[in-house]
């Protein structure tokens, strides 16, 4: 009988470290979707952009938390960046983004 790894007391005590060393990150993951599709059913917003808001959120937060980590924030600041990025969702950061790069377009 072929070695199952389900069965191997070693892979979830990989899978368990995997996740407890990346807890902030999903943690933030997470919340970000879950206020980006609070926010889209509050609106009255479709389903299709209650899922497209919360993986696009989602996603958004995931590029951001490496962004703390270079300007020498704590990690614990993921679930604060999720929140935000849920909350404002991504129309609002990428007019934001818009913004901040013509003014940098600007400069140069």
């Not at 368990?16 to 990150?25: C, E, Y």
């Not at 937060?61 to 991504?90: C, D, I, K, R, Y």
């Amino acid at each position: 009988m072929p070695n199952m790894p389900e069965k191997d007391p070693n892979l979830w005590a990989v899978v368990f470290a995997w996740l407890a060393a990346h807890q902030p990150q999903l943690f933030a993951f997470f919340l970000s979707i879950g206020i980006a599709v609070l926010r889209v059913i509050y609106g009255g917003g479709t389903r299709r952009q209650m899922f497209l808001e919360g993986g696009l959120c989602g996603l958004v937060t995931l590029a951001l938390v490496p962004l703390l980590e270079w300007f020498g924030l704590p990690q614990s600041m993921a679930t604060f960046a999720g929140g935000m990025v849920g909350f404002m969702g991504v129309e609002k950061l990428r007019d934001y983004s818009d913004r901040f790069m013509g003014r940098k377009a600007d400069t140069l």
